[in-house]
Structures are given as C-alpha cells and as structure tokens.
C-alpha cells in the first residue's frame, strides 16, 4: 500500500456521462498530481494542486476539470466521455511542491468508455 | 519543452544476468532530476531510483543503478543480478521547476526476464 489512495479502482461508463474519480494523498503530502495513461499516449501529466491551489496544468482537455478540497483529497471530473478517455487514471502525492523526489503513485482508475 | 527519450520498446534478459535500459532527454535547465519507474502487470508505479542533477556521484539502490551523463543528458539504468519479479516496464522521467515539477516521461521499456 502506497498510502495514495484512489477510488473507485475500475469504471465503466457510456460515452458522454460524466465520472468523478477521487484521489486521497498520502498523510502529510500537500501535492497532488493527476496523469493519464493510455495506450497510444503513454504517461501525460494533467494537473498539478498544492494545498488547494491549481499550480499547473498539462495536457488536460477543457472537458476535464479537477479540484483540491481542505482535507487535500482531490477529484478529478471527466465530463461528456468519449471513446478516447478510456485509460488508466493515476494519482500521485508528494510533500511540497519542489524537486525534493519523486512521488508517491496510488494504484490507478481504469476507466472504460463504451 | 522537455522530452525523454526511451529508444528501446523491449528488452530481454536472463535471470541473474545484468541489463542496461537507456534513456535520454533534453533540456536546457541545469537543475532538474531525473528518475526511473517500474510498472509491473499490477499497473502500480513503483520508484526504483532517483538522481539529482547537480550530483556527479551516480545513485545507487541495492541491484539498481544509474549512469548518468549530464553532458551527453544520459540517463541509463542497469539490472545486475536480474530477477523475475524485475519483469516490468521501465519509464524513464524528468522532473524541473520549469515543467512546473510535473513528470515528463519516456514511453518506456519492457523488460523480460528468462529463467
């Protein structure tokens, strides 16, 4: 157990809904990380939050949306679904917001669009 | 922006054997860090090791480690003593203030692992 928790583990859901995949970071990290994995993209870095606060953004439709509550869990909103967003959604956690390591990876949402 | 480079889809080695997985990147910061992931079939992101770039002294982590070329922005990774729970792929990552401290990563290596 990585201590980053991610919820649920698996989706299945049909083209244009809209899903929300939850992210606990590990205790006492501030930083949460979102990044997409599929098949024909690889590993892309959505967005970044730190303390509540959005601090960048990467490859991250204007479809998805993502915020950082109090308790610093984050959710990450995939609306209007397609095809496409089907992949492997990671969370990752880290103690602030520098080059002071890597981060802490919770074990993935697979998602499936049919 | 940065890219990371992983030039080999797959690899394969023998059980106690040692390999050499190779990662490049480009970059024009002098400060950054880079890393190597494992992802075994569970999907997990494991970190196998991390080095800095300001530190000449390659990292090291038991039968894991590194040569990195900062000059040549080389960034390899070598098995010794393979075992076959190290069958995984490899992911290769960079990490900077300027990449807003997101991980840019390779497309990675898979590694097979014979007895």
């Known amino acids: 157990d990585s201590g980053v928790t991610q919820t649920p583990k698996h989706l299945i859901t049909a083209t244009g809904q809209r899903v929300t995949l939850r992210c606990s970071p590990r205790?006492?990290?501030?930083?949460v990380y979102w990044y997409q994995q599929s098949l024909d993209q690889g590993l892309q870095f959505l967005i970044h939050?730190?303390?509540?606060?959005?601090?960048a953004k990467g490859n991250i439709l204007e479809r998805f949306s993502a915020q950082q509550f109090p308790d610093l869990h984050s959710e990450l909103n995939l609306s209007s679904l397609e095809l496409g967003d089907s992949a492997l959604y990671f969370c990752?956690?880290?103690?602030?917001?520098?080059?002071?390591?890597?981060?802490?990876f919770g074990s993935g949402t697979r998602l499936t669009v049919v | 922006a940065q890219t990371v480079t992983q030039s080999q889809p797959e690899m394969s080695v023998q059980e106690a054997e040692t390999v050499t997985l190779s990662c490049t990147y480009d970059?024009?910061?002098?400060?950054?860090?880079l890393f190597w992931y494992k992802q075994p079939p569970s999907r997990q992101m494991i970190l196998v090791i991390r080095?800095?770039?300001?530190?000449?002294q390659n990292a090291t982590e038991n039968r894991f480690s590194v040569n990195f070329q900062k000059a040549a922005k080389s960034f390899s990774l070598k098995i010794s003593d393979s075992q076959l729970g190290d069958a995984a792929m490899y992911f290769c990552?960079?990490?900077?203030?300027?990449?807003?401290?997101?991980?840019?990563f390779g497309k990675g290596t898979s590694l097979l692992v014979t007895p």
């Open positions: 990552a960079y990490r900077s203030a300027a990449s807003g401290y997101a991980l840019n």
């Open positions: 080095q800095e770039a300001y530190k000449q």
């Open positions: 205790s006492g990290d501030l930083s």
């Open positions: 970059t024009s910061e002098s400060d950054y860090y």
């Open positions: 990752a956690s880290s103690s602030g917001t520098g080059t002071e390591g890597g981060y802490t």
């Open positions: 939050y730190y303390n509540g606060e959005e601090r």
